[in-house]
């Protein structure tokens, strides 16, 4: 059983931003987080006592990815597609209430409801309005 969660955010100086996206798993092993954007790096931590946070930088993408997947059992690609996957299914169940309607909630927090029972369907957090 692995949790999947995919955060996107903005970094960079001010006039030159980059958009990143962070992948994390939390799975029997500990989590991973594969992090792309204007730097590219890999952290994970093990579940085992005393393990510390390993982080990997400057080894070029495919490596990260070949870590990614061999602590996951799942490419990045297809562990980005998990909460999407997870979210469409949301979607149908809600899609006989009516619309569904965006609104905003704490900063940098945007989230999709259903316009019927008023359920959440979805959650954005853009860490970059806050920082
Ligand atoms: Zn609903």
């Given at each position: 059983?692995?949790?999947?969660?995919?955060?996107h955010?903005?970094?960079?100086?001010?006039?030159?931003?980059?958009?990143?996206?962070e992948?994390?798993?939390?799975?029997?092993?500990?989590?991973i987080?594969?992090?792309?954007?204007?730097?590219?790096?890999?952290?994970?931590?093990?579940?085992?006592?005393?393990?510390q946070?390993?982080r990997i930088?400057?080894?070029?993408?495919?490596?990260?990815?070949?870590?990614?997947?061999?602590?996951?059992g799942?490419?990045?690609?297809?562990?980005a597609?998990?909460?999407?996957?997870?979210?469409?299914?949301k979607?149908?169940?809600?899609?006989?209430?009516?619309?569904p309607?965006?609104?905003?909630?704490?900063?940098g927090?945007?989230?999709?409801?259903?316009?019927?029972?008023?359920?959440?369907?979805?959650?954005d957090?853009n860490?970059s309005?806050?920082?």
């Open positions: 059983m692995s949790t999947v969660t995919v955060k955010g903005v970094e960079g100086p001010h006039h030159d931003p980059y958009s990143y996206d992948i994390k798993v939390f799975n029997h092993r500990g989590w987080m594969i992090h792309l954007g204007l730097l590219e790096y890999v952290e994970f931590q093990l579940n085992t006592p005393g393990a946070k390993v930088e400057h080894r070029g993408v495919d490596t990260l990815y070949s870590v990614f997947e061999a602590f996951t799942m490419t990045a690609d297809r562990a597609k998990v909460p999407l996957d997870l979210q469409s299914r979607y149908r169940e809600h899609s006989a209430h009516g619309e309607v965006v609104m905003r909630g704490y900063p927090e945007t989230l999709t409801v259903c316009g019927g029972c008023g359920e959440v369907l979805d959650y957090f860490e309005a806050i920082i």
